[in-house]
């Protein structure tokens, strides 16, 4: 730094330090001749009110005699004295000795000093009062004022509005007056019935959204409500699993009830609503490949639904959806919408279709072994229903769907149709303003995409759905619902929770959200020359709308924080949640042993084998290239990708898979013959009919001599 800019700070700190002590000065010199005056003032006014009759002659004439005396006359003088309305004549000694006047005077005095300090302590606390107005009003006048638009206050200061506001509704006849009982770290932040108007969580990997999404469900499970909760990670399953009332979905765990597609699908909308869910459509893409193989599946389905029970089965619908034999699933599908999508007349186009059925229903093979019989021919697991489960108001209890990272990629499809199943459920109950029925999924975007959900948590509250849904990040709703579905699902969220997004353009949305305010903004400017006329402070104020939480403040955001933003308020909060260590009371997972029927690990054989190698022999590189992207699609992360490609590698080396290749060969084998043999005889044909054409010519040749037909 140079001496010239050192120097120039120097004078600037100088001239603008002498001027606020000037100014202390100023001010409090004023203030203390003022209380000087006051305390003056208020000690005289105390002595007259409380001094007691003729004080004020006595010290007059004590005064008086004083002064004679002091000025030389002798105590044998007459003086005289007027006392209580009578004229007293006598000498200067006895006016000095009496007793009265001495008595008096002596008490005046002592009245002034008790009241001297009456007023001085009075004065004192006007000081003191004086100097707190004058602090409170330079505090006024440089503040911002809050003119309109949302405003950052703290978590009591929130709930005390919501509170006045619950009050002044009831008065309107709306409502009961009362916040929801659910609090958070013991403050109430929430409107009554807040839940059905469902609630979004915000934030990055890390930042302890599911310690808020804790304290919510011991909440839930003291109300005795329904929950649906998406595990993944099985750290819900931990802390809240109560074997009397709970269920897990997850057909690797050893506590997974019996499940297949049949117990949650009675009509033909059912299996749509499944099939859209199951096999999802990402991004923007030709929608005919995805639409196909969901009609096929669902038609499938449906077809086999009044089939007899002992060929009803998951093992059975795979085999027959992926076998390499079109004619075989056209006859099963003959006279459905799906007939013509298995036809041998579309043979690639099938090709095509099957490969994305591949790619997603062969997560069912995990069902296998769930209906299996004991040695009394009894089934060992309960039959279970997640529809009469949610439509049964007798029923309470957890319904977890969890997974653990391994398996997460494996269990996707079916996770996403069992939240679509029981989404639709809810749809099918009566309408009940008492009911609370709540779906919780956290890291929503590491599912499929859900088949209208957006129109579904519109809708859904009336019947007494409530919806829990954390983000990570914004970007991923919009990777995997597209931009309008994903504002749209955002808008119906009221209830949010903002933790940190470390990325400017994540934490640029949450701001917006967060909303804006008007303030008249009050600036201090300061003037200072070599003249001391030029020294001054100046205020002005400047009305501007401004972010109420800028990004950086998101990005700065340490774990456990958080801002709420509530429906009903215009007050936001920043919230230091408590962590709650809550013990483990079940084991997060439980590994169920089922080693793969013949029949199941046929029909998974098969899968890969339309999925890896069918496309590469009969499809062209433009439609292999939309097939691989709609496979890569269903994975998250480079690992789950490598997870499954271990499981489909040692499915290639299968029995299953060398046959088809085989039978593959062998038929383009025979294609190639049949192609052969016909071209002979083609061949063989064409040279007959112009060798006689040739003979015809030249018998005519004479009459037609200038033309020559052949040469």
């Known amino acids: 730094m140079s001496f010239q800019h050192t120097s120039n700070h120097a004078t600037r700190g100088g001239q603008i330090t002498f001027h606020t002590i000037h100014m202390f000065f100023q001010v409090h010199s004023k203030l203390g001749k003022y209380l000087v005056y006051a305390v003056a003032a208020l000690t005289l006014l105390l002595t007259w009110l409380r001094a007691p009759d003729n004080a004020w002659w006595a010290i007059f004439y004590t005064v008086r005699n004083h002064l004679y005396q002091g000025f030389g006359m002798q105590e044998t003088a007459k003086v005289t004295t007027f006392w209580n309305g009578q004229r007293y004549v006598s000498t200067l000694g006895l006016q000095l000795n009496n007793t009265e006047l001495g008595t008096l005077y002596d008490s005046v005095i002592h009245q002034v000093q008790i009241n001297f300090l009456i007023a001085f302590f009075s004065g004192l606390v006007l000081f003191i009062m004086a100097t707190r107005y004058f602090k409170a009003q330079g505090e006024k006048k440089s503040q911002d004022k809050h003119i309109r ?52 969580l915000k934030g990055t990997t890390g930042v302890c959204k599911s310690v808020a999404i804790r304290k919510l469900l011991r909440w839930i499970r003291k109300r005795g409500d329904k929950a649906i909760i998406y595990d ?141 019989e004991n040695e009394d021919g009894q089934p060992e697991r309960k039959k279970f229903s ?83 849904i954390g983000l990570q990040s914004y970007a991923q709703l919009t990777k995997t619902y597209g931009k309008n579905a994903a504002e749209e699902m955002n808008d119906l969220l009221n209830t949010r929770f903002y933790f940190r997004s470390p990325s400017n353009a994540m934490a640029e949305i949450s701001s917006k959200d967060l909303g804006e305010q008007e303030i008249e903004l009050s600036k201090e400017h300061i003037s200072y020359g070599a003249n001391q006329l030029r020294d001054g402070v100046s205020l002005s104020h400047e009305t501007r709308t401004q972010r109420l939480v800028i990004p950086s403040e998101l990005q700065s955001l340490d774990d456990l924080q958080c801002y709420l933003r509530v429906p009903g308020s215009s007050f936001i909060t920043q919230l230091d949640l408590s962590y709650d260590q809550m013990r483990n009371i079940a084991s997060p997972f439980i590994k169920r042993e089922f080693p793969p029927s013949p029949g199941m690990l046929e029909a998974y054989e098969k899968a ?90 030249s018998t005519s040749k004479g009459g037609v001599n200038d033309i020559e037909l052949y040469d």
Request: proline share 3%; hydrophobic share 35%.
């Open 149 to 200: 638009g949302s405003q950052l206050v703290e978590p009591k200061a929130l709930s005390t509005d919501l509170k006045q506001r619950a009050k002044e509704k009831k008065k309107r006849g709306n409502g009961n007056g009362k916040l929801s009982d659910f609090v958070i770290d013991g403050i109430a932040l929430f409107k009554h019935d807040f839940e059905v108007q469902h609630v979004g």
């Open 232 to 372: 993944k990670g099985c750290t819900c399953v931990s802390k809240f699993y109560d074997e009397s009332q709970d269920t897990i979905l997850n057909p690797f765990d050893e506590r997974c009830p019996d499940w297949d597609i049949w117990c949650d699908a009675k009509e033909a909308p059912d299996f749509e609503n499944m099939a859209n869910a199951l096999i999802p459509q990402h991004g923007e893409g030709d929608p005919f490949w995805v639409d196909s193989a969901r009609t096929i599946f669902s038609s499938t389905g449906y077809r086999m639904k009044d089939d007899q029970d002992d060929k009803r089965s998951t093992e059975r619908l795979l085999n027959l959806i992926l076998t390499s034999e079109l004619e075989e699933l056209g006859s099963y599908l003959h006279g459905t919408e799906s007939a013509s999508l298995v036809s041998d007349k579309i043979q690639k186009t099938a090709i095509s279709i099957k490969s994305v059925l591949a790619t997603y229903i062969k997560s069912l093979r995990f069902l296998d072994g769930l209906n299996r």
């Open 386 to 468: 997640s529809t009469d489960w949610i439509q049964d108001d007798n029923q309470r209890g957890f319904l977890f769907l969890s997974s653990a990272a391994r398996q997460h990629a494996s269990l996707r499809p079916l996770i996403s149709s069992w939240l679509a199943i029981a989404s639709n459920a809810i749809l099918g109950l009566a309408e009940n303003p008492d009911r609370r029925i709540w779906v919780i999924i956290d890291e929503m975007p590491s599912l499929h995409k859900l088949p209208e959900l957006g129109e579904i948590i519109a809708e859904v509250r009336k019947f007494g759905g409530c919806y829990v």
């Open 608 to 697: 890969v084998y339309l999925e890896t190698v069918v496309p590469g022999m009969a499809l062209p590189e433009s439609e292999k290239k939309v097939l691989c992207a709609i496979q890569a699609s269903q994975f998250d992360s480079e690992d789950e990708m490598n997870v499954e490609a271990s499981q489909m590698n040692a499915a290639l080396k299968g029995n299953t898979v060398n046959r088809l290749k085989k039978q593959a060969r062998r038929g383009d084998a025979e294609t190639v013959e049949q192609d052969t043999s016909t071209q002979q005889a083609t061949s063989t044909a064409t040279q007959e009919r112009m060798n006689k054409e040739n003979d015809g010519a």
